[in-house]
């Protein structure tokens, strides 16, 4: 799972658009598989999440938030907001070749919005409904880790990650869940077998546009009081610096890069339809 402590890119390029268009086609052989009518409703959701990006987060219900409460302790999460989601996200695989994609069920993220710094965990619901309590306990010690590594290296005045560092980062926040919530490898093994299972019945979205959408859940629900009390000055120099930074262009920037992926993905299902005698793009 890439969880970079800020959105992966302030600026995105040539380099995301070519990128996207090659998801695209590993997703649609994914949708393919899939009844006719269940790709329609995945095509759906998409164009809905494109059109109220915000639409894509809901809260945690008091339930779910005890739990995960319970498993990690309160005070660990008091100052990050978690909230939960349809879809499964994708990245360029950190772990794998340099043409794959990595699958995750979680992402956290921190935002300036309004003058003040926001962490937030995103957990997919599905995966939420269905894992047991240690795999639970494994995947927040990760996200809850990967945020401390990189705010750690922010504080170091490192503005940037390459797929290598987020590989390390990856890795030493792996082994610190481990740690934490005393997992056995035979169940690792089956929470990724979980997650792979919940990426063909789910939709899947990219990084940035999953980023982005949280910014806008953020920013359109900003004056409640629910969430206005999680806000955090600025941590070290880099924060300060990218206080600066207008976060709502890369929004507006990688919500495009979504509509991008949704005309690649349509134009590999085209023939889906047809083959049933069916329209569904």
Not at 8 to 20: A, C, F, H, K, S
Not at 61 to 82: N, Q, S, Y
Not at 108 to 128: G, H, Q, T
Request: aromatic share 8%; proline share 2%; charged share 30%.
């Amino acid at each position: 799972m890439d969880t970079s402590n800020l959105p992966e890119e302030l600026e995105l390029g040539d380099r995301d658009r070519r990128w996207l268009a090659r998801a695209a086609n590993e997703v649609a052989e994914m949708l393919k598989k899939l009844a006719v009518n269940e790709i329609a409703k995945m095509l759906e959701f998409y164009n809905n999440s494109l059109l109220e990006p915000a639409s894509l987060y809901t809260p945690l219900e008091r339930g779910e938030a005890e739990r995960i409460r319970r498993l990690v302790g309160a005070e660990r999460i008091e100052r990050t907001i978690i909230v939960k989601t349809e879809a499964l996200i994708f990245a360029p695989s950190i772990l794998g070749s340099a043409g794959s994609l990595d699958y995750g069920t979680a992402m956290y993220r921190r935002f300036f919005i309004r003058d003040a710094w926001f962490s937030v965990i995103a957990l997919n619901e599905a995966y939420l409904r269905s894992v047991s309590e240690l795999m639970l306990r494994y995947m927040l010690e990760h996200e809850i880790a990967q945020g401390e590594l990189y705010g750690e290296l922010a504080k170091q005045g490192i503005k940037s990650f390459d797929r290598e560092v987020k590989r390390l980062v990856h890795e030493k926040a792996r082994l610190r869940a481990i740690q934490q919530s005393s997992i056995t490898d035979e169940e690792i093994e089956e929470e990724r077998q979980l997650i792979l299972d919940l990426c063909t019945r789910y939709p899947v979205i990219p990084t940035h546009f999953a980023s982005a959408a949280l910014f806008m859940y953020l920013d359109a629900n900003m004056d409640l009081a629910a969430v206005k009390r999680f806000g955090m000055p600025s941590q070290g120099q880099i924060e300060e610096e990218l206080a600066n930074a207008d976060f709502s262009a890369w929004a507006r920037s990688s919500i495009e890069l979504f509509r991008l992926f949704l005309k690649e993905l349509r134009k590999e299902l085209a023939m889906t339809g047809a083959e049933y005698g069916i329209e569904i793009v």
